[in-house]
Every structure is written in structure tokens, then in C-alpha cells.
């Protein structure tokens, strides 16, 4: 079937995008659902860094592909052995499926699947190939995702059906944002009621891990960016304290923070989180820096001062678990995704989303593929 979609052909151009020919809408074909596959009507897609960074090549990702990869639409096409989904349910995308038979997914961790990260990296399918195509040519996908499109096949380990009364604006954040906001938190870095934790970035998954921490009750939570806005929103979603990189954590926290989440994606600020780490604390990155930066620490430190360091993806998630219970959160006005959602655009405005998306002004804007 034919579909409209953001199609990036080359990455690292100049900013702006907006006007460039960096991003376009096309007109792909996708091929029907194959086996264990679906066809998606997507309704809603956010609009993430990891994208940005494909965009600008700091992320490094084969072209030319559909970009996209939060999402939140309803099943309208299944292809054979899809026995969890039917026609009409209302699904939420992650970015990385899970085979179910590699060493991490035996593990119990399936956001490490490596069998997914590898098909990702090639931007396949995780049973590999394309589905996409324009006048014939191949055309790649983004983590099994590509929602930047009015309709997207996806491998149905790739979705999870969701409860029909989920504005599918909040739906598209669940799969990548507040999986790895909050997942990193609870999963990665041990935070304990009571101990302080701080974030470092407040984009989506910084915000997402500061309704993490008062989920986990940490106490104090400290939020750290320079954006005054973003500022102002951490401590609406219930940090205690909002400062500058510029300001002194210490002054707050004179031992440091027992958990420091590094949200920014750049070696700087992973350094900073790092400084700011108590004795005995952990410091979690799930930012994306690329793959040039480097980062380097006193190696007496982590042993004088026992330091963990922990990376952590996907917020080292088991999303068929985590998302239901995100879901119950919601509901229960605890996890406040509205307060995330900066603005919903038209898919013709994804260009100038991106750019806004570099000045750093905006948290998630959420595209609307069936709206001009
Ligand atoms: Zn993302
Ligand atoms: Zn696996």
C-alpha cells in the first residue's frame, strides 16, 4: 500500500532543516504484513533526540530511511502467526524488539536484546529485510519503527496493545521516553527512598526520570539544565530543586548525589554527573553522545571513592511488563505525561520540529501523520 512519510536521505546536514532537503515527505509503498508482522495506522509520533542525532550525524544510522521511532496507532492489518493483536486494537511501538532466544533476553532483560540492537543498526527488520520501498528502491527502517508515516509495518514484538481510552498523544510517549526515563531510575541505578538523585537534561527522558525518582522517592531531587523553562517544569513534576550546570550541586548536596542520571548525551555533562556523585553512589547515562567523545575520570576515584558507572538503554526495561504498570501510574495521576507533550504538528512540520528540537526549547512534540 502507498503511504505518506518523512524519508531522510543524508544525514549531517545544515541547519535549519526546516527548507532543506535533508528531510522530505514521499510517498513509500510498504509491502503487506509478513509473517508475524502488522500493519499500523499511526496516529501519533514523538518527535525524540535519538532521531535528531540520525538527522544531524552524531548518531550514526544507514540511510536512506523513515524516520521515527515512538509511536501510537491501531492495528489495521496482521499478517500470519500474529495470535496477541487483532484488527482495531490500539498499540504503542518500542524501539527494540526482542527475539526471546538470545543471552539477554534469556536473561530477563529483553531492551539489551542484541539480536534486535544488530537488525536496528542495519535498519532492517529483527527478521530481517526492508519493507518499504520508493519506485523500487529499498528503503531502510528506523528500529523496527519508522512512524514518521501515515501507516508502518511492524514486527508485532515491536508493539504493545494498550487500552482504547489512552489519548494516543500520551500512548506515543510510553515506548521510548518514559520506558528509558524511568526505567533508568528504577532499574539501573538502585534509587532508594530517602537518598538523593539528581538528572542531568531535561528533554523527555530527563523529565521521565524525574517523575522516576518520585515514583522511587528519592529525596532531594535536584534537576540540572540550562533551560529555565525546563527548570520550571522539573520542579512542577516534583524535583525539590531546579539549578544551571553553572551552579554548584554541592551547595545543595555537600556529599553529592547518591544517583546521578546523565540525560544530556554529551561526555561533558556525563563528567559532571560523575563529579557530582556521592561516595558510594552510582552514575547512570542513557544519553547518546557520539561515538568521537570521550570521557575520562580519575581511575583512583572509583575505587578511593567507590563509584559505580552504569549505562543504560532502553532504561534496561522489560516494556510487556514496565508499560501495563506506567499505564496503571497514569491513570492513577502519578505519572503526569501531559506535562511532557510541548506541542502536536502536522507531519509536513516535522523539519522545523527538528530544529526547534536543536535549540533545545521544546521537551516532546508529537506528530500527527493524517494531518496537513
Ligand atoms: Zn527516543
Ligand atoms: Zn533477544
Redesign the pocket.
Known amino acids: 500500500m502507498k503511504s505518506q512519510a518523512v524519508l531522510l536521505r543524508k544525514t549531517g546536514a545544515p541547519l535549519p532543516y526546516a527548507g532543506s532537503s535533508a528531510m522530505e515527505i514521499v510517498e513509500i509503498d510498504l509491502a503487506p504484513p509478513g509473517e508475524g508482522e502488522v500493519l499500523v495506522r499511526i496516529e501519533a509520533a514523538?518527535i525524540?533526540?535519538?532521531?535528531l542525532s540520525t538527522v544531524n550525524g552524531s548518531r550514526a544510522r544507514p540511510v536512506p530511511v523513515i524516520l521515527g521511532?515512538?509511536s501510537a496507532g491501531m492495528v489495521v492489518g496482521i499478517g500470519g502467526g500474529v495470535n496477541d493483536l487483532r484488527v482495531g486494537d490500539h498499540v504503542t511501538s518500542i524501539?527494540l524488539p526482542s527475539c526471546g532466544k538470545c543471552v539477554e533476553c534469556l536473561g530477563g532483560i529483553p531492551a539489551h536484546c542484541s539480536i534486535a540492537a544488530a537488525a536496528n543498526a542495519r535498519g532492517e527488520m529483527i527478521t530481517g529485510g526492508s519493507r518499504i520501498s520508493v519506485s523500487g528502491e529499498k528503503i531502510l527502517h528506523y528500529n523496527g519503527v519508522s512512524c514518521y508515516s501515515q501507516y508502518a509495518v511492524m514486527d508485532q514484538r515491536s508493539l504493545i496493545k494498550i487500552d482504547d481510552d489512552i489519548p494516543f498523544d500520551i500512548a506515543a510517549l510510553f515506548g521510548?521516553?518514559l520506558l528509558?526515563g524511568i526505567g533508568a531510575v528504577r532499574n539501573s541505578s538502585h534509587a532508594q527512598p530517602g537518598r538523593s538523585l539528581g538528572v542531568w537534561g531535561l528533554g523527555?527522558?530527563g523529565l521521565a526520570a524525574i517523575i522516576g525518582a518520585v515514583i522511587a522517592q528519592s529525596s532531594p531531587i535536584i534537576a540540572i539544565d540550562p533551560v529555565a523553562s525546563k527548570r520550571k517544569l522539573a520542579l512542577d513534576l516534583g524535583a525539590d530543586f531546579a539549578i544551571s550546570p553553572d551552579d554548584e550541586i554541592r551547595d545543595l548536596v555537600p556529599e553529592g548525589v547518591v544517583v546521578a542520571i546523565e540525560a544530556v548525551g554529551r561526555a561533558a555533562s556525563l563528567k559532571q554527573a560523575y563529579d557530582a556523585t556521592a561516595r558510594g553512589g552510582t552514575t547512570v547515562t542513557v544519553g547518546l553522545p557520539s561515538a568521537s567523545e570521550m570521557f575520562s575520570i580519575s581511575a583512583l576515584s572509583l575505587v578511593a571513592d567507590i563509584k559505580t558507572i552504569r549505562g543504560s538503554y532502553l532504561g534496561s526495561a522489560n516494556p510487556r511488563v514496565d508499560i501495563p504498570e506506567y499505564v496503571e501510574y497514569w491513570r492513577a495521576g502519578k505519572l503526569p505525561v501531559e506535562k511532557l507533550l510541548s506541542a502536536t504538528l502536522p507531519m509536513s512540520k516535522t523539519a522545523e520540529a527538528m530544529d526547534l528540537l536543536t535549540s533545545a526549547q521544546v521537551v516532546r512534540q508529537v506528530i500527527h501523520p493524517h494531518e496537513n
Open positions: 514523538g525524540c533526540h535519538s532521531d521511532h515512538e524501539f521510548c521516553a528509558t523527555g527522558v
